[in-house]
């Protein structure tokens, strides 16, 4: 067996320009046995770093979702429950089957004139605060970027009067957090929080979003109803993966530009590029680095490696997005490129539910401040890039127009 590669000894290189350490990995092979840098060091972990690779085991049945399935115990299952991001079928199909049809296109499509709305305001007061009449500042991430998909999801969720404040700390803190105790502290908040979130809800009158539809719906054919811990779990799952996804592509994606100043001269000149520019920032910089964990439940071979069973497997998605194999000078950001096949969002039965609302929200967000905004500049470096292989992205990105 190879010799396990410690990802701590690159420093910070690897939280600033990770694709730089993966290109060194995959050119040395699709797949490795490596540590991660802490807080994710968990011991022996096979990271998939080759595109093929990548997609071929995001559609393994045998590299499991549950914990349970390789007697791992994480904070996330033990204090939130089970969810779609960590459960398999039939457990996965039945949570899935529930909230598919509030996230198809079509429906998503229809949500495009609200979206707009609360784009607008949002640029509204940004455009009128932040510095003197000639030149003003905002952090666009606070402005712009996260506003706008937590109002969207809690929106569709029916929790709108939601501390915003107090939930953008510890999502962050879930995600992004510098030391496992710290994110066992934010798992622990945040259960509590949904707990009382989804009991206020049990006991309001029912609405027509979606979080009351779940309480009212029945699961299955046998008739039961989900548990008011399925229900805590999927409160989790969509409020998280609903606004920290699209938080990270419109920020990226407005980062990607500013990095790329031919690019930002070609998209201002011609917004029919705005589709491309968004599926380009989702393969250059996508939101997700890497897929939540798997773990192995037999032996089995990818890239030449056997993964043994039990083993965790963490899929490199930024790694397999900008795999030359693919596509083509990878770390070049053209928004010109036909990027069809990333998989930024994944790939398989876990892809993302939410995928249609990003781009929507992505597509909207980007293009208003682009014509609101025509001499939008980074006003300054941005904020420290995130700790951790799940999210990609900055902890600010000040802008000034």
Not at 107 to 131: K, N, S
Not at 174 to 191: G, I, K, M, N, Y
């Amino acid at each position: 067996m190879a010799e396990s590669i410690d990802l701590a000894t690159y420093g910070e290189r690897f939280r600033e320009d990770p694709h730089s350490v993966y290109a060194e990995l995959r050119a040395l092979g699709p797949v490795h046995r490596v540590r991660l840098p802490p807080p994710e060091d968990i011991g022996d972990t096979y990271l998939v770093v080759g595109y093929e690779e990548c997609r071929a085991a995001l559609t393994d049945p045998r590299f499991a979702k549950s914990a349970a399935t390789a007697d791992f115990a994480f904070h996330e299952e033990e204090l939130i429950g089970s969810h779609l991001l960590i459960a398999d079928p039939p457990h996965h199909t039945r949570l899935r089957k529930l909230v598919t049809r509030e996230f198809t296109a079509r429906r998503v499509e229809a949500l495009r004139p609200y979206i707009q709305r609360i784009t607008d305001d949002l640029l509204d007061a940004m455009l009128t605060g932040g510095g003197t009449a000639r030149t003003r500042r905002a952090d666009l991430l606070e402005a712009l970027a996260f506003p706008l998909p937590i109002t969207v999801i809690c929106e569709l969720l029916g929790v709108p009067d939601i501390d915003r404040t107090a939930f953008r700390r510890m999502s962050n803190g879930v995600v992004a957090s510098p030391t496992q105790e710290a994110e066992r502290a934010s798992f622990v908040e945040l259960a509590g929080y949904l707990e009382e979130l989804v009991d206020d809800k049990c006991r309001s009158a029912p609405g027509d979003d979606l979080l009351s539809a779940l309480i009212r719906t029945t699961g299955d054919e046998d008739g039961d109803r989900l548990s008011p811990a399925e229900l805590r779990a999927m409160a989790f799952v969509l409020l998280i993966a609903g606004h920290e996804t699209t938080v990270n592509l419109i920020a990226n994606a407005v980062h990607a530009l500013f990095t790329h100043p031919d690019q930002l001269a070609a998209l201002r000149a011609d917004m029919s590029l705005l589709d491309g520019a968004i599926e380009e920032a989702l393969r250059f910089e996508g939101p997700v680095e890497c897929a939540t964990y798997r773990f192995a439940t037999e032996p089995t071979e990818l890239g030449g490696i056997v993964i043994p069973a039990g083993a965790v497997v963490r899929i490199g998605l930024a790694a397999a997005d900008r795999d030359p194999a693919r596509f083509p000078e990878p770390d070049r950001f053209d928004i010109r490129r036909a990027p069809q096949g990333h998989v930024a969002f994944g790939h398989g039965l876990h892809y993302c539910l939410g995928a249609p609302l990003a781009r929507i929200e992505a597509k909207v967000a980007l293009g208003s401040l682009l014509e609101r905004c025509p001499d939008l500049a980074p006003d300054g470096p941005p904020g420290e890039w995130l700790p951790g292989t799940l999210i990609r992205g900055m902890r600010r990105l000040p802008v000034r127009w």
